[in-house]
């Protein structure tokens, strides 16, 4: 396996743009619509039953697309399935997948799952960011996919941002760029292309693209100086590719509800020429609503060709678009030669990735190697890396494991694994878990009872799979949190950090904060809570005037 590695790749970029024999002979083998086909990915999922696989199957075989975009389903099938549509195919397929956070985001309860980019954003030790990205690298190639639609170097200064929010490294443009290079270098490291996404920045909007067009009204200065910054920074440090979002964007282009994706002066003048970007750009979903809106029946594919894109994910109808393409090849609308351009760079990014000597995915003990021992370790001291601990370690310090403790857990209703692994560990302890559901009376005597501890540990879980900037808590239980706040109490947050704007716990002794609600995170609390490990995590974003980007003791 790690044989692959050894040999360091040449540099891709580089790469994409230079002669090869084997993407020219391929090329002359293909009509002139199986080279345009070359810029069309196609969703795959493995989870829809065997009569999807199959439309699917019948559509890369009349067609001859590029590639699939991999969503959701189990690692055997999935491995299957993808062996089935390479057979179909004359040039081996681009198989691209959206792995933020590793297979497990799409593959969740079968293959591992490393925190949340907002996680990473806290951690101070950038090798282990790039360390997590070989791991992804070996993961993809093990499973036979290639190109991961990450990292998403997004600056999230927006706190209610629906679509981007913890999938951002944080809000602070330099972290970004920085945490975004350690994952990307590790990747392309790894052998496989990664992609920063969504150009040219999706972090600063309250609009989620999948359903509308968001619109960013900034001016042309402030794009470059914030959003467009981690971009501008990656690709003049060999950023393989680039995502670019659909965004309606007046400073960049006052057309009328032009989707940046679509846009000749954001595809070409703002990220080829000015930015001098040469690696693959690929538009987000062409099904999405922030496109098919205002440009449907076909008419965005083409214009995403227009624009200068290598590769477009998921059109709604790839036959159409196709026969769209070579019309508008035929009337002189799209350049024959910039068209054979793009359909070069494409197959050697298939040659760098050594599809040339394409092999089937085997898939004995798959499963397994896609959950080894080093993988779940790693995932573990990401989690350690990035615990927060604010305010004062002091209660952390003065933990005593003897004395009467209250452990009161809000959001869930029996014991975590943070409580459970707290359960060995006390020898005086009584648990608490608040519903939602109490009535006042319930929760004054619960309040009374649990005043009475000398030792408070208060555990709030966002049990949520996506945790939003806000934390659904009633009034009583947020009267609970105040009141219960004092010097003895350490409150340990599984969620999002905006959800503090939210929550009043800045009256507790010591605030540790884990991110997300995960097992390994709340390991990672517990140890710290423990006095087993030193909380090394700095806030990667802006809550309030309390609680700053950077701060962690």
Do not use: C
């Not at 003049?236 to 007046?250: K, R, S, T």
């Amino acid at each position: 396996m790690e044989s692959v590695f050894s040999q360091k790749k040449p540099d891709f970029v580089q790469f994409v743009n230079s002669q090869h024999a084997w993407v020219d002979s391929v090329f002359e083998k293909l009509t002139r619509k199986e080279r345009i086909a070359q810029l069309f990915l196609v969703r795959a999922h493995s989870n829809l039953g065997q009569r999807y696989i199959d439309s699917v199957a019948q559509v890369i075989q009349k067609e001859q697309l590029g590639g699939l975009v991999v969503f959701q389903g189990g690692p055997v099938r999935h491995a299957h399935m993808f062996n089935q549509y390479q057979k179909l195919s004359k040039v081996p397929l681009l198989v691209t997948f959206d792995g933020e956070w590793g297979l497990g985001m799409r593959l969740p309860d079968s293959t591992i799952s490393f925190p949340y980019q907002m996680t990473l954003g806290a951690v101070q030790n950038e090798k282990l960011i790039y360390e997590m990205g070989r791991q992804v690298a070996r993961d993809f190639q093990r499973i036979g996919m290639h190109f991961n639609f990450a990292p998403v170097v997004d600056i999230n200064n927006n706190p209610k941002n629906p679509v981007i929010n913890f999938r951002s490294f944080g809000d602070n443009k330099y972290n970004v760029a920085r945490k975004a290079k350690a994952y990307m270098d590790g990747m392309l490291d790894g052998g496989i292309i990664a992609s920063l996404k969504h150009f040219p920045g999706h972090g600063d909007t309250d609009v989620d693209s999948h359903y509308d067009l968001p619109q960013l009204k900034f001016s042309k200065a402030r794009l470059d100086s914030l959003e467009i910054f981690p971009f501008r920074e990656l690709i003049q440090q060999g950023a393989p590719a680039v995502m670019v979002a659909h965004m309606n964007i007046p400073a960049l282009d006052p057309k009328p509800n032009i989707p940046s994706s679509i846009s000749r002066k954001v595809v070409i003048d703002v990220l080829r020429k000015e930015l001098g970007f040469r690696g693959l750009t690929v538009t987000d979903a062409m099904d999405m609503k922030g496109v098919t809106k205002f440009f449907p029946a076909g008419e965005a594919d083409v214009m995403a060709i227009e624009a200068g894109h290598d590769l477009l994910e998921i059109s709604e109808n790839s036959a159409r678009a196709i026969g769209l393409v070579e019309k508008a090849v035929v009337s002189g609308r799209i350049k024959q030669t910039d068209l054979d351009l793009r359909v070069k760079r494409v197959l050697a990014a298939k040659y760098w990735l050594g599809l040339n000597q394409y092999r089937p995915v085997n898939t004995v003990n798959l499963v397994h190697d896609l959950n080894m021992p080093a993988s779940k370790s790693l995932v573990q001291r990401l989690a350690d890396a990035a615990i927060t601990v604010l305010k004062s370690d002091k209660r952390i310090r003065s933990f005593d494991r003897k004395i009467e403790t209250a452990v009161v857990s809000i959001g869930v209703n029996q014991p975590q694994d943070f409580e459970k692994g707290l359960a060995v560990q006390l020898s005086d302890r009584k648990e608490f878990f608040i519903s939602g559901k109490e009535t006042p009376d319930e929760m004054k005597e619960l309040m009374k009872e649990v005043r009475r501890y000398p030792q408070i540990i208060l555990a709030i879980h966002d049990n949520r799979a996506r945790p939003a900037s806000e934390i659904k808590i009633n009034e009583q239980e947020r009267e609970f949190i105040d009141r219960l706040g004092g010097r003895r109490t350490i409150t340990v947050l599984f969620t999002n950090p905006y959800a503090m704007e939210d929550l009043p716990v800045e009256r507790s002794g010591t605030i540790i904060l884990a991110y997300q609600n995960d097992h390994f995170m709340q390991k990672a609390a517990l140890k710290v809570l423990l006095g087993q490990t030193k909380a090394e995590g700095k806030l990667p974003v802006t809550v309030n005037k309390r609680f700053a980007y950077g701060e962690g003791i």
